[in-house]
Each structure stands twice: as C-alpha cells, then as structure tokens.
C-alpha cells in the first residue's frame, strides 16, 4: 500500500527503504545548497544550477506531500471516518504542517516575485522534514519535555547568576571600561562568555578586584551552568537506548495482536513499548530468566528453543507468552537467525492491556496452550 | 482561607495560580527594569516610568508581605501559641526575610533621600523571591548542602591545583612577561581562564616551556574542575525527580490522613514524600506491582480498577493501603482521568510513622475493609 | 609457542610481558619522533639520526608482523584449514592491515624515492598498532558502534543547531562584518566556535541584536553539543569496568573447559565473559551471595573456604559451578592469594551454553561432585 | 592519649577538633602567603612580617610532626614491636613524608642560607598536608588508581587525537602562518587549546581548509577529551558518598568489637566499612528494612524501637545483628537523638569477616540473645 511505503520505510521493503534515504540526501543537499548560496561569488557563477536544483526539490516535496495526503486515509481505515475528514485531519498534524513548511514558501514566491534567497531562512525549515526519518530527534523534543520543570528550574538558577553577575562586574568595572561594562545589559555579554566557559576574550577585566570576582564567578558559577547539560544528556541517553526505531500505530497494527485496540489505548501502547535492534545469532531471551513480558518479532526470524524441541518465528510471531501466562519463567531461549526488529511490552504494562482487553489475553492463552 | 490562597498556589484554585503567576511576571519584570535603569540613556528617557513602577512593585511586595505576617496564625493553628509570638517567628523564616529584603531598601531610601540607583544592587535581592515559586532552586540549595562535604573536598583539590599551576607559570613565564606573570596572584587569572576551560586569550604563554607545562596542566588538570560540575549536576537532577511540586505542611494537611502528626513528624514526612504530577490516563499504579507504599490524590480525579469492580477517587482519597496492609500486593490499576497531583509515601517511611501513630494505622486498616 | 608470546602478552610470562612494553615504548617514540622532525632546525641537525631510527622501526615492526603471519597457523589449529589459507585470511584482520600500514609507506618510499618527510603522516598510523597493547581503544570503538544511533541522532540536532544560528547570525551581523558574517559558511566558524565553547574570540558579534541571539544560543544550544560527550564517555565507562583485560580466544582456549566450542560460540563467548582484575587477598566471591555463575582462574593463586576445608586454585581452576548447578547459593567464599585474573560468565549466559554444549555441563557436574 | 588527640580529631573531643580547624586554617594561611610574598612591593614592605610567620609555621609544624613521631607508638600497641622500629617505620609512611617535606626546606635554608623566595614552591607542598584533614583528597587519589586502566586507555586516545590534528593543521596552515603552524610541535599549542575547549584564540586557522579540518575536530574530537572527566568525576562522587568521614584504625579499635583482628584483616575491614553521619531523628534503619549488615554507632546518640520497647545506644553500641543472625529481618527502627556518626558492614563483609574470627560471631550472638 503507499502508505505503508513512505510511512514504514525499511518496513515495507528494500525499495521503499531506498526511497527513504533519498529523502534523507534531498533534504540535507538542500541545506548544503542555501548555505552555499549565501556566498556572493559561489551565486553568481550557478544562479541557474541552484533555481533548478531548487525546482527539483520542490517537486519532490510536493510529491510526497499530495501523495501522503491522498493515503493517509488507509491509515485511518481503522477508524470509520469519511475520507475528507480524514485528510482535513491529517493536514494538521505536526509532521503534515512541516511538510507544508518546506513547500509553501516557493509557491508564494512564484506568486508575489520575491528573491529566491529572501526564501533561504524559510528553506532552513526543511531540516525538520528530518524528524521523520531520524526518531532520535523526536526523542529528544520528548526529554525536553519531560524535564521541563527540571530544566526551568535551572534557568532560572542561570539568569539569576547572570543578572546577579552582571550587574556587580557593571560596579567594579564600570569606570575602567565604560563601553564594555557601561551598563548591566552591557555586562551580561562577558558575563555569559563567563559562565558557558565560552570566553571569547573581546572583553576581559582589567581591574583587581574584576579579576578577583569574575574568578569566584568562575569557580562557583560554572558548576550550575552544567546543570541542564546533565538533565539533557542523561535523559537523551535514557530515551534513545529505550527506542531503537520508531513505534508508529502502523508497526503494531502489523503484529495482529493488538488491531482491536481502540485508538487512545494505541497511542498509550506506542509508548510503553520498548523497541530493540539485533544482529544475527543473539540471545533474545534467556530460559532462565524471569519472565518479562511480551515479545513480537516485526521482521527477520528468530528460533525459540525449548527443552525438547525448537520452534522457528517469523514477522508477526510473538513470544514470551507462556512464561507470563503460566508463573513458570521464561520457557524457552530465543535466538535471531537474521538481523531483527523486535518489539518488547514488559509484564506491568501487559497486564494492564490484558485487563482492559479480555479478547487479547484469550488470544495469548490460544498461543500458549498450542507450544507447551 | 487568606493564608491557603497565598501559600499553596494552584492548590487553592485557579485565581491563586493566576496570583503566583502575576508575582513570578511581576519579579522577573523587576530585574529586567534593573538591568534597563543602568543604561545612561534609558534612564535619562524614563526615569519618571521606572520610579512608578517601583512603587508599584514595593506596594504589591509590601502588601503580599502583611496580608502574608497577618494570616500566618492560620498555619499555626494546631499549634496552639498565641498570636503575636507566631507572627514573630514567622518575622524569622528565611523566606519572610527575603521578602522583608526586597521592600526594606525602598523606605529605608524614602527616609535617607538616597539615589534609587544606588539601591539597584539590593533590588537584584528581589530575584530570591522566585525561590517561594520554584521547587528548583530550593532544591538546589538542598543538593549543595547535602554535597557540601564532596564540594569541599573538590574545592580543596581544584585551589591546590589553582595555586600549583600559577606558581609554575609564574617562575616559567615570569622574566618573559612580567606584567601577566610577574607575580604568583597575577598567575592565578590565567591558571584560572586555563582549569576551567573559559581561556579568554588575554593572558597566554609565549616560551615553549610555559607552552608545555599550560598543555599539561590543560589534560591533567580540566577532570578535577569537572568534578562540581558532576556532583551538582547529578544531584539536583535526582532532587527534581523527586519532587515535581513543593509539599506544604498545608499540603499534607489537606489530606486529612496526617493532621494528628506532632509538628516534629509533620516536617519529617514532608520530606520523606514524594510527589508526581501525571497527565490524563497515566497508570498512577499497577495491579501486578508490588505494593510499594501509599499514594494520596492531591488534585485531580482517578479511578481505581479492582478486580471485578471500580472505585472513582477524589482530592484527599489515597490509595495502595490495601496491598500494603494484607501484603497481597497491589490489588488495584489506578488510573487518572484528569491531570493528577499524586503524594507518594513509600513502604519503609510507612511502616515508620504507623509504628509511631497507632491511630492513622487504624484509620487505613477501615479503609481498605470498606474497599475489599 | 610463538603466536602465544606475541598474542597473549605478559598471560604468556614476563619475557613476552616486557615484549609488549618494548613494543609501546617503540610506538610512541615512532611518534614523537615524526613530530620532532616537523621542526626545521632539529630536522637538519639529526637527519641521519632520523634515518637510523626510522629504519631500526621498520625492521622490528617488519619483523613482529612476518612472525605473526607465520605463527597465525598456532591460532587457527583447531579450525582444520590449510596453513596458506590461514594466512591469507589473517593478513585481511582489522590488526594485520593496521600492521602492514606501518611499515609498507617505507618499503614503497625506498621503491620510489619519495621523501621522508612526505611519508610523515602515513607514519603516524603507526599509532594505531597501540589498539593491540590497549584494550580501552577497542572499547571505545565498541561503544562509538553500539551508540551509533544515539550519535548519529545527536549529531542531526547538532548539525541543524549549527546551520540555524549560522545563518541567523549571517542575517543578523552580515552588513556589519562582511568579512566575519558575509556568508553562511563563514558564519559557521563563529556559530561552531560558540556552540562547543570553545569561543575562540576571533570573530565575534559587535551589534546589539547580533549578542543577544549569539547569547541565546550559548544558553540554549550548549546543552545539545554536550549530548554525545554524555554518550561516549559513560558508555566507554561502563565498557571498561566490564572488560579489565582483553579476552582473546587463546585465554578462553587455555582454560580446558570450552576447547570443544565451535568457533563461532568461542567468539560469543568472549564478548559475554567479564573479567577481572585484582590484587592479593581480595574476596573474589563471598558465601553467601547468590550465585551468579562460573569463575575462570586465569592467572595467579586463590583459595576456596568452604564450611568445613579449604581448596587452592590454580590457573585454569573454575569455581562458582556447585552453587550454579546445586541452586543452593554460592558455596565458598574465594580470596585471592596473589595478583589475579578471573573471567567471569554470568549465570543466564552460562545456561546458555550448557543447554547447547552438554559435555561441558558434564564437566562441571563432576567437579561439583568431587569438591561437595 | 596524645596520638588519638592528634590522629581523631573531633572524635577525640572538641579540643582536639578545634585543634584540627586550626592547623587547616594554618596550612590555607601559608599558601595564601607564599602567593603574596610574590607580589613585589606586597613582598619589600612586609618582608619582615612575612619571616615571622614563617617562623611560627614551621615551629607548628615541627612541634606537630615531633609529637606525632613520638606517639606514633600507641598506635602500634597492639603490634608487638619495639619503640624506635615503629618509629622508623612511621617515617617512611606517605603522611610523614608530606610532614617532613613541609619544613625541612625551611632547615636546609637556615644551614645553608638560601633566599627564602627560592623556597616558595616547596612550601607550596603543604598544601598536602591537608590530605590529612580532608578525606576528599585521599577518595581523589583512590579514584584515580582504582580507574587508572581507562584513564590510560582515555589518555592514549586523546594523545593519538592531539597528533594527529596537529599533523593535519601543521599540513595545511603550515605556510600560511608559519609561526603557528610551522611543526608538529608548534600546532600541538593550538590542537590542544581546541581539543580541551580552552580556545585561547592566540592561534587561529586562517585558510579554509584549516577552518574546516578545524571544525570537524572541534566536532568529532570534543567528546573524547570529556571521557576522563566523566571517569573521574563519577568515580570521586561514588567513592565520597561510600565514605562520609575517614575511617582510621583507631575508629575501628574505639568499637571493641574487632580489637582482635589481626592487622591486615584491620585495614581491609577499614576499606570495607561505611561510615555515615546524620543529623537529630534520622531514621537510621527501618524495622521493616531487610537486614543488611551490622551498624556501630561512632558518636552521638540513638534509640531502638523494638516492638515491644525501646532500647537506648551509647557510642560503641552495635545494631542489626539480631537481624542478621536470626534471618528475621531487621528487628528494631533505630533512630538518632543527637548527631550521630556510624559505621555500616555489610552483610557479605559481615559474613567474611565472622567466617575468619569465630569469637566476634559469639559477641555478636550473646548481644543478639539478650536483646531479643
């Protein structure tokens, strides 16, 4: 389906993969280009090559824009919606809108005559088609998210220490260098270079009792500096290693297991389910571990070995049931064959679906009752 | 009640959070009015708007500070002191003498006529009001104080260092540059710009020896001065997860579970408590988990999944009493159908102060007979 | 035997030991001694000096890697190949063409008559001979692998951080600094030096509007260029607590236990064993902890005290096996009489292996009969 | 006892610890001198002043060093030796060495009247004299050993790092700035100050290609150059909180219970043992708790909650052995009266510890029979 094409990329098949890191060059070339068009000599000489490098894009984009918003009713299958409202819908959400971001202002140029490098800063926009492709970024809208009571917290440590800062270099310093220090705002501008431990040396004290505060500064203050660094870095790192690729309502609709969810408890499932990439010949589960959850494999093959026998899985197999259901532990070791994508929905969160969805536990006892 | 209005924000209604609001503007616009007064000719343009704004801050602080001294009784009231003496204590609080702090300067000035420029120093006070209406920094100053004793050791190894490596460069690059390293005390601006990586450039060695010896001190050196920033970093981002609002005494009064607590207790339970904020339909607690404490319902609604049936919760009900009564486990999903403030006393804090106050064991033990 | 000298260091006694230390100590004099002759006057006053050194470089290094060609056969024994194709394969390994870089450049400079000093650069690849002799640089080319997609994702923000500010500054200081600011890309070296702090302060904003967005980006954007520092250093971290020393397949084949294997597990094997270094009379494992899998003695004297005696280790000795098989909790507590080297298979991994290779299972089940 | 006044400071009462403020007070002081004294004019018109305090520091230290070789014998009681082996053995003691080091350049300056300014750097060494007052500095030293595998590795890398830039800048800038970029060695200077993020901006790539290599190892490099700086700063925040104060032979003898040990089984139970300090009504274990080890209340004062009673704890004392010999579970809630110092075993230590010293198993267990 061409939904399942653009919007699964690798999932779907090599060739839509392919596609998927065209996209990915397009749109980094297009950054490439605007930075390079900001240089006098380099435009002049291939003004022509870069209009029709910048037709070509456009083109492409606007391709994959009118086409994802002509399929994203398959996506919406699921829910009984009429088609249009469907695509009124889809116009709104976030990745639709950066998508009309990046095609939007050329046509409004070809419209109102304006210079093609007025467009550039809007063309820079186009970066955040990335996010699409990268789940990386999105994790990390997600983390700046979650600590944002972290994060302000600490900015206003910061501005505190700034204007605090500021304002006692502006006393001490004032009257040995009135442009630099003249005035508070003046200050604030050696007394970040300070504290981001940027310093740049255009401004520098050149009294004692400067150099005796703006040290004190130095020592104390930079440690508090650092403080959204760490919230920013742990937290990156904790949610990346818990997403190896992106969980879209698609890939789980794939499993079968879970297509009767309501749309709400789908979104809920799309968070909670950690995902994982491994290469050929590793350990998935282990018998002797604790049962943990719920496993489903969502492409390569993999063999659980039981006591007696082995089992091969394929895409859309789970595994990982029958220690849950029985209070035994793990029953079985599973082992890629191939390089594979394996989705993981840990006990706790299992359970609660269970709960709520009576048919998919009975789906899951089925399964059970058929390998032991 | 005045005293509810004022100190517990958001928790008293929606006119009290647009009232914390209003004072966080009304603080930050103080500071930025500050930085602006220090610019010669923005003051010289508007010295008359920036006098009215500062009566009309030092009124709004002033009458937050009396209606605040006034209504400090109600908080008191369980400790049953007269009048007067509270508010004579309340005098002494840190935080009414940082509220004192930022109005003091003003009438002190209307008294001695002095320039209000002159006062700009002490209205940056103004910006330790916000400490009232973040969680963060009050935080902070916990982690500090709790690091203090690593801090200082840190301290201790990053002076030696300071000192060590001025000492060098001075007897190195002394003859080449007297004025930059004729002297130990004017080493230490370089050593200083060097360890913490700021390097303005101002000062920088010019003899190959003071080359090598900078370079050492440059890899060997910058870890030690990383060492704060570690300690804090990792402290304060522990702290904030811990509590994502401040607990109140009033806050835990409300909940009507612990007003009998001797004021002793009370101050050790808030400390012991952790608090969670939750959106819509976050599972504030799972069937299968173990029983790890009881949860009380600040604000917000929930409901709590039994077995066979389901019990709406309000602001003031808690939860988790059952499992952790009959050391079954926890035998309900709570679930929030709105946004959620949720307290959170674990097991062993638990255990405690039921082993110290029979009669709120007694009241959760009702409690859970009703639900099960 | 040979390929044990040259491969398994000081494992293969203190001659080959001080072998190792010779071979690092060459190593980096090689590099120190390409930076010196960068410098014109010392180059002209030891020219012949250079050229001794270089040949006398060249001739051991020649020489370690024709007898590690010739030995590779040892390695491959159990494998039953032919000894040239053996070779053939060994000289395509990452090591053996890191080897080979060393010293061709030299061979074909003698061919071609190209100057010494244009072979310069090719000579510092000599550094990467260190990654036999330092376990921790194969570490980090471990952890820079596992945390690609991290990486790769952080560098996407970082990349987009950058070319955003660089052209926001372009617009902004463009007319101001056309040399400095005249261009996107050259807006690119001030935005990079800020970004990193490392604020050279050769370039740097003179308007207004251009120091309050360079300032916003120092406050904002900082935190994202720490991101893969954050990564990098505490996946090396935890990569280096787990690995003390190199596993190579000879240690594992030394201790008897896994020589049946087939190559394929053997490598698995070595990527799951922990190791462990340490020094006299440390608790290698404690009576009472829970038993969590095989030790492997692999170098120095131990003890083992049970209940009642005491058994002496000796290299190739493993113990752990009766609290594994007997599930009764680790039997013994193990001090270490001397300087040790332990391998370490967890319980799960352990399990794994024995469920695919029941010999070894065998193995383990008679000498937990004899020692219980 | 003389040696426990000066080796336990406010363990052994508040003289001896206001002693200790003094002699740290003493030693900051000299460095604070040393560094003036470099101050010409400070240096000609105190000249006078700066001999006497000298003077007054090394009687101090003299009469401290004399007094500490002389009750340096106390400490060896229960070693058997005669008086002056001990004392020969105390002066080859690291401690010892620092103290003798601090004043005997002052000695050899008197014989052979050397310029007191000449003797600057070495008094600077007693500034390691505050090893002895701060546990920090020791944890720094053990941190650093303990991780000495992955700074070597760390090291190996960013030295391979730093030549290689170099190289490449010295290739490419080499011509246009010959006196920057001229050799390897010169460029090191600027591949250093970039690598560590300092950017002094003394020396700055001109060309493009400098700019652009430059920038790609600002990138690509920076994370590098932060791995010793997470290794360290992790490892010194782990080992500080382990250890809250130091835990010196003469503490351990002070609790009765292990004055049996023999002496190496002493200092491994020293590097085993926690130590903790809490303030007035701390919980310093929950009943509820599962037991983890033995607790020797140091100083201060606490009371165990049993069930049934309360027991008070005098310095000495010992909790949670019931707990660990009955396999019950902790037994009492322990809280503090007073500030309270503790030192904490834990269960496996524990364990060890009695499995080797059959008769403190028995004081143990005579304790445990009559609390229960």
Redesign the interface.
Known sequence: KTYDFLEMGSFAGPVAGLFEWFMVFLILSN?VV???E???HIWEAHEQTFWYFEVFSVTVFSADYLVRLWSCVEREALVADQNWKSRVKYIFTPMAIVDLAAILPFFLWTLFTADLRFL??FR?LR?LK?VRY????L??VRVVYAER??L?????????LL??S???M??IEGEAQPNEF?????S??FS???L???????V?PVTTAG?IVG?LF??FG?????????????G??NE??RK?FVVSRSVILATGLFHKLPP?QMH?LGVRMRTMESSV?T?LA????EANGLFILISGQATA?FHQRSIPLQPGDFFGEVGFLSDAGRQA?VVSRTKCKVLWLE???L??FL?MNADIGEQLMESARVRI
Chains 1, 2, 3, 4 share one sequence.
């Open positions: 950054i605007v930075a390079l900001s240089v006098p550039r800063v820079l970066l990335l990268s789940p990386g970024v994790s990390l009571r972290a302000v917290a600490a900015l206003i440590i910061m501005v505190g204007f605090f500021a304002s006692l502006h006393y003249g005035s508070i705002p003046s604030l501008w970040l270079a300070t981001t431990t940027i310093g740049y040396g255009d520098v150099k040290g130095m020592i930079l440690a508090f500096y650092a403080i959204p660094i760490g919230i920013i870095a742990s990156f790192s990346v290693h190896e709400t809920e010949g350990v282990h018998r002797q571990d070995y070791t006990s706790p969160d359970h609660l709960s």
